[in-house]
Nanobody, 123 residues
Framework: QVQLVESGGGSVQTGGSLRLSCAAS????????MGWFRQAPGKEREFVAG????????LYADSVKGRFFISRDNTKNTVTLQMNSLKPEATAVYYC????????????????WGQGTQVTVSS
């Protein structure tokens, strides 16, 4: 049974940091690129960050470059999103997802999805 379980969400003030984690099970983790997406209230889900199977390549949305950092631990089947200098517009539900290919920005490339974790940034 495939599972992606996100954790680490919560409430933080503008300028603060949060660290999201995603624990994967039920599939060959090293065969999948991993990504983080987010959906703000009333908006479509959007790409945030992605990482290749080995972790050697990363992708970021322009809006988070230099502030968010994605990493993975293939020994623990986990992927992490470190979010720094948070802004109110980062308020959203954050989803972890697994891509059958390398990490991409396209949602259609991602086969497995977690249930999401809420991040709220107050001004």
């Amino acid at each position: 049974q495939v599972q992606l379980v996100e954790s680490g969400g919560g409430s933080v003030q503008t300028g603060g940091s949060l660290r999201l984690s995603c624990a994967a099970s039920g599939f060959t983790f090293t065969a999948y690129g991993m990504g983080w997406f987010r959906q703000a209230p009333g908006k479509e889900r959007e790409f945030v960050a992605g990482i290749s199977r080995s972790g050697g390549s990363t992708l970021y949305a322009d809006s988070v470059k230099g502030r968010f950092f994605i990493s993975r631990d293939n020994t623990k089947n986990t992927v992490t999103l470190q979010m720094n200098s948070l802004k109110p517009e980062a308020t959203a539900v954050y989803y972890c997802a697994a891509s059958r290919w390398t990490a991409t920005t396209r949602q259609s490339d991602y086969k497995y999805w977690g249930q999401g974790t809420q991040v709220t940034v107050s001004s």
